[in-house]
């Protein structure tokens, strides 16, 4: 169990912070993770829509925690209260675009609707941060689309592994 990842989710959802909804998407997140051994999901919370507040955990969590991966969920949208990437933007060090642009092409191939997500993958230090949709089913596609790279870039990026291709001979 060492050799895995260490992660946390945040789920952005006014009712769910208001325990008006169920929180389905940060379950599935951590089921996902865990039942492809790639992480261990150490924090889950739900939070309202607020920027300041993301922007607190996230820095929290990324310089503080230790955690490798941050998978936010909610807030993606084109809804006046859906602020999570911008949130992430503002914490970031890096941009990380392939994983988001890669989330929102395959996700395309499912639905017309997929331009309308506005989600983005970052590095801030050592931390990888992706924002996923708020719908468990856009939970469940997107991070399928990306889990099978995952854990390579996470290895790249806490130095696990030091080389992205090799010669062939």
Do not use: W
Request: with cysteine; proline share 5%; net charge negative.
């Amino acid at each position: 169990m060492d050799n895995l990842f260490k992660a946390a989710v945040i789920t952005l959802s006014d009712k769910g912070a208001a325990g008006k909804r169920a929180d389905e998407s940060g379950p599935l997140i951590k089921k996902m993770l865990e039942d492809c051994n790639l992480c261990t999901v150490e924090e889950m919370m739900i939070i309202p829509d607020e920027p300041e507040q993301l922007k607190g955990n996230l820095i929290r969590m990324s310089d503080g925690s230790g955690y490798d991966l941050i998978l936010t969920t909610g807030g993606t949208g084109l809804s006046p209260r859906d602020f999570t990437p911008e949130a992430t933007l503002e914490v970031a060090d890096k941009n990380v675009p392939g994983i988001a642009e890669y989330m929102r092409f395959r996700s395309f191939e499912i639905t017309d609707k997929a331009m309308l997500s506005r989600g983005v993958s970052v590095m801030r230090k050592n931390t990888l941060i992706i924002n996923l949709p708020g719908s468990p089913k856009a939970v469940q596609e997107n991070l399928g689309f990306i889990l099978p790279a995952l854990r390579h870039g996470l290895e790249i990026m806490t130095g696990r592994a030091s080389e992205c291709g090799h010669s062939a001979k």
